[in-house]
RNA sequence: GUGGGUGUAGCUCAGCUGGCAGAGCAUCGGGUUGUGGUCCCGAGGGUCGGGGGUUCGAACCCCCUCACUCACCCCA
C-alpha cells in the first residue's frame, strides 16, 4: 500500500461512513442556535497576519508558533485563522452591524488552522462551532452564552457535563496577580519543577494547571497554609459583582459548573469571565470547547469600545467522544430493486419513480439474481422488490421486508403506497419508544 | 516544539537467530441463471510506509525520511 500522495501531516477525511454521525451533530447544532435566536455569519477562511496576531497576543502559544502564516502572489501577509472570533469582529466593524442594532447574536462554524503536532484530536485542520453575543456587557450575556454552550452538548446527548468556569479579569489586573504569584514562588523556586521554573518566568500563572507531582505538592502545602492567592482575589470590585451576578445568572438558569481558580484562556483578548469543558476519556486533548469575555477585542480592531462573549466548541473532539460512546446517527429505510434477466430496463425506470420518495438501490451491473440478492443482504436495506419475470407481465411486483422475512406479491401501482405505509409505520413504533 | 512507541493484503494481526511474504475477516466468483444475510469450494489482492546502507541474501540489522500514536507543551 504505497500511495503517491497522503493527506498532509494533522489533515484528515471524513469518508462516508463518518459524515453521517457529522451531519447529525450539525444539524442538531443548528436547530439549537435557531431556538436561542442566533443568527449564521460566514467569514473567511484566511485574513490578514496583523489582524489575529494583534488580538490573539504576540506572545501567545497561537501567533508564536502555531499560525498558518503565508504570502500570497500580491505580497499580502495573510493567515489561515486559527479561530473564529478576531474575523467575525472584523466583519461586524466593516459591514457596520453595530450600527444596526446594539446587540448581535452571531455563529460560525467551519475549519480552523492551527500548526503543532498533531495528536488524536488535535488536528492542523479541525473543525469549530463558533458563537458570539456583541453588544451587551451584561452578566446575563455570559449566562445565556453559558447556557447555549452546554445546551448544544445537550443536544447532542451529552448529560453529565461540568462547565469549568472562572474570572480572568482586566489585563491589568491579571498582569499584578502575575507578579503576585511570582512573589509567592520565588522562595519555592528550587522545589519547581522545570518547566514551571520557566513559567515563572513567562507566565507564572500556568504553575497553577501543572501536572508534575512536585509542582502539584507544592501547591498544595501553598493552600493549606492560605499563601496561595487565586487569581479571583485579584480583580476589582466591579469584575468581581459581575462575577458574582454571572454567577447567581448559572444557579437561576439550572446550569452544572465548577469554579477553577487556573483556568486561563490562551487568547489575550479575554476579560472577566473564562470557561471550558473537558471529557477525560480523550486523554491529554480533553478540552471539548471553550469561551469567555472579550470587553476589549473591538476597540483593539479601531472599534468603538464594545463588550462580547463567546466560545468555540471543537467538533472533531466533541464527535470523537460522541463515537467513543458508540452513538451512531439514525439511518432510513433503504429499498433494494433485484430485477431478472428480463426486468432490468423496467427495473432502472422504477428505481428512478421511487426515489422521488425514498432511498434506492439498484443493481447497475446486471449481475446475476443470486450476486443481487447477496448485496442486497449486506447493504442492510430494510425492503428488497423484487422484479420477477412472471409477475411482472401481469403487473405485479415482490415485496420483502427483510426485518421479518415476510414477503408479498402485490400491484406495481400499489408499491410507493404500500412502502409508505410501511415505513410510516415503523416511524409511530419509534415514536412510542 | 520535546521525549517514547508503532507502520506487513481493504481491516485486525502472525512472521523465531537474516533464508521462497502468511492467517482470520472483508471483497469477487461458483455451488444455486426466481429468494440474500448460514454453509461448502475457489479466486483476486502486497514495491512488508518511503529512500539509502550492511550482507551471497533484509519484512527482520543500521542510517535518513514520512505518517500515525502516547506523554509533555498548548489548546479545540
Redesign the pocket.
Known sequence: ??VKH?A???TRDLLPDETPLWRWAEAAARGVLERYGYGEIRTPMFEDYELFARTAGES??VVQ?EMYRFTDLGERQLALRP?FTAGVMRAWLESGLGGRARVHRLWSAGPVF?Y????????RQ?S?LNCELVGSAAPGADVEMITLFVDLYEAWGFRDLIVLVNSVGQPASRRAYGERLREVFAPHREALSA?SQQ?LET?PM?ILD??DEKDLALLATLRANNALPTLLDSIDEADRAHWDAVLAGLEAAGVRYEVDHGL????DYYTRTAF?VHDRSL????????GGRYDGLIEMLGGAPTPGVGF???M??TLLVLQQRGIQAASGDVVCLVA??GTRAAATALARELRREFTVECDVEA?????Q??????SG?RF?V?L????WARGEV?L?D?RT?T?QTLARIGLADALRALTQETWKQGEAL
Open positions: 500500500m504505497s497522503q498532509p501531516r494533522g501567545s502559544d508558533k479561530e492551527r503543532g503536532r498533531p495528536a488524536k484530536g488535535r488536528y479541525f469549530q518547566d513559567r507566565n500556568r501543572t501536572k486561563v484562556r490562551g487568547l471550558e486523554a491529554s486533548q480533553s478540552a471539548l470547547g471553550g468555540a466548541i471543537g472533531d473532539r431478472m434477466e449481475r446475476g439474481f443470486s450476486a440478492m447477496k448485496t442486497a443482504g449486506k436495506a428488497l423484487i420477477g419475470e412472471d409477475e415482490a420483502k427483510s422475512g414477503q
